[in-house]
């Protein structure tokens, strides 16, 4: 935004703005909904008011300090509700929570959140972005500890199936974990993350994994260089589950034994819908499909569970733009339910403006019908992952861009939508210090090319299934928005075979057909487009097994195992390979989803077969892939219509037979509908992938 002094700004980054210079914005409160102190655990609900004698809106930041911590955002910039001469957000329920980088054994920066006692400043900020004005205002709140002596204690949260455990301090130097197991012994103890010990303030986690009604007996474990020392038993028993919560059933069609992964022993359902309707709760289960933990209301989608018992949802919500609330939020929840924080579209689209990303500005500010070359950011999309140094994450967001008539292929005559894909990388406070822009590199070969379409032709309109809001359509432009990309993964790849010191971003498009390299060299790269793996692509596939379509098609969740260094895993949906095959009558095995896995030389260009297996279903859309730990594959093929209201998923665990592509299943539960899944160890130990 520009600023000129002594005249009226008029921005169009928000709706329609036109407020006099040196406006002045005041904030009338900052409150509580308790009184300070409150113990760890206590849901405290933040309100606020300001005023603004420009024309607004006004938007309202949250920020938040832990004991002798410095603030960092919990709730990013969105418009507030305006009443009468007053403008308010929505209230914030914080939870006390100190979030800090965490380096895991592999590498990896991540998030751990430890409640502590002490302290805490809560600051709002109240900012009118037409005029630039805004104001502060802190409060200080005193949060006591749950541990009132020397020993341990649990307590309930809201969620049933999750306990706040809490031990006296530990020493500096030591780290701190829970250990949990069914006070009968039947199945083997599970255990939360290591925490690093800062005395003197206690130490809480959440505990989870555990079955409804069930008694537990959990107890802290300290390690200090190489020996562990175990504290008090403390028995917590968990409630019900909640009879108005929509609840998934898993049925068991090949059940666990002598060869399935036990010990990745928790299956984890990112997303569990009814066709197009009401969500079931997120679930977590067992091998044999018994509720371990749930999250009620889901969120519209759970990208990613993170290394210490949080995880990334993409939400509806409102945001800055009045014309939807699909997909607009993006938070970090932690296990018991509760939003760590939260950002939005709104004031993403005003970090990419900053930064030059002139795809990136706000859709409900351009005109109608919008003129050829107009873009903007719709929502959040598909993917969220934080394993980038530093504790940097990547999010995927749509973005929509007018073309002249003839684009694509269309023969309406008019200008054509074009939806892409933006990568948005944000630092360790989720501000935008990085992008990538679709539409910069769509020139052709070896980039993108703009009029090469989605290969099975798909295109959106608002209200479609399957797609999200298409923003830009109107009377004077083509009917149809073509859906030209569908990223729906994102791999951070640290050690490139190259020999790079920084790493790149692996990008699967569904309908382009490619998996592909982008130059992101840790933020320091051209965001190039090196490669791009597929038919058609830039490699050649060694076809060992004669297969009539080698490759994988409208593919799902591609991620480089084995931290960087192993084989490619990928859901192969099939769609191209079905709809191809499908014209002449392809057999049975060829109408299924397929489990792969490929090993790739960027030297020879050339990609081998390490398994393409065949599910035994085929998923029309969504996906799993996942390497496990003893060198078996987990699968989910998703979308698979059994019937024309049957709509279900599939968790397969696959068994590699040795010198064939073939596998067995050790390992089938089939599931309502998910988006995406995993088979893990706990809910503190998700894959890299």
Known sequence: ???????????????????????????????????????????????????????????????????????????????????????????????????????QPDGVVAYTCQPLEGVYEVEVVAKDFGTGESASKTVKFQVTPLVTGSAPVAV????????????????????????????????????????????????????????????????????????????????????????????????????????????????????????????????ATDLGGNLIWYAYPPDLGLTRPLPNGTYIAITNGASWNPASNQAQLLRQMDLAGNILRETNTGIIQQQLLAKGATDGGPCNVIPSPAPVGAACLGHFHHEFIQSLP???????????????????????????DIVGDMFVVLDTNWQVVWYWDAFEHDSGAPQLDINRPAVLGETCVSGQFGCYPIYLLASGIAPNAYDWLHGNSIYYWPAPQNGTAKGDLIWSSRHQDWVMRVDYQDGTGTGNILWRMGNQGDFTFKNLNNDPWPWFSHQHEVGIENNGNGVMSIFDNGNTRVTQLGRTGCKPHDCNSRGMAVKFDEAAMTVTPVISVDLGYYGQAMGSAQLLSDGTYFFVPTLVALGPSNIKSFDEEILPTPGKLTGTQVLNIQAPEVYRSWQIPDLYTPPIT
């Open 156 to 283: 309930a949260t809201a969620n049933a199936l999750v306990a706040l455990f809490s031990s006296p301090s530990c020493a500096t130097g030591s780290q701190m974990r829970v250990s949990f197991q069914e006070a009968s012994g039947a199945t083997p103890a599970m255990t939360t993350n290591y925490v690093k010990c800062h005395p003197p303030t206690t130490m809480t986690f959440e505990v989870a994994g555990m079955y409804p009604s069930t008694a537990y007996n959990m107890f802290s474990q300290t390690l200090t260089g190489g020996s562990t020392v175990n504290g008090p038993t403390v028995s917590f028993t968990t409630g019900a589950l909640p009879s108005k919560v929509p609840f998934p059933s898993f049925k068991v069609i090949v059940p666990a034994g002598s060869q399935t992964d036990t010990t990745d022993r928790v299956l984890l359902h990112g997303s569990v819908t009814v066709g197009a309707g009401t969500q079931y709760a997120y679930a």
């Open 390 to 416: 530093n504790g940097y994450s990547v999010a995927m967001a749509n973005i929509e861009k007018i073309f002249p008539p003839g684009t694509q292929g269309d023969t309406s005559g008019l200008p054509v």
């Open 1 to 103: 935004m520009k600023f000129v002094k002594n005249t009226r700004i008029c921005v169009t980054a928000l709706a329609v703005l036109c407020a006099p210079a040196f406006a002045t914005v005041k904030i009338s409160y900052l409150k509580p909904s308790l009184a300070s102190p409150q113990k760890i655990g206590t849901i405290v609900d933040w309100t606020a008011a300001a005023t603004d004698t420009g024309a607004g809106p006004l938007t309202f930041q949250f920020n938040v300090a832990g004991p002798g911590k410095s603030l960092s955002v919990v709730r990013d910039f969105n418009v507030g509700t305006q009443h009468s001469s007053a403008w308010t957000p929505a209230p914030l329920a914080w939870n006390p929570a100190v979030c800090s980088n965490l380096a």
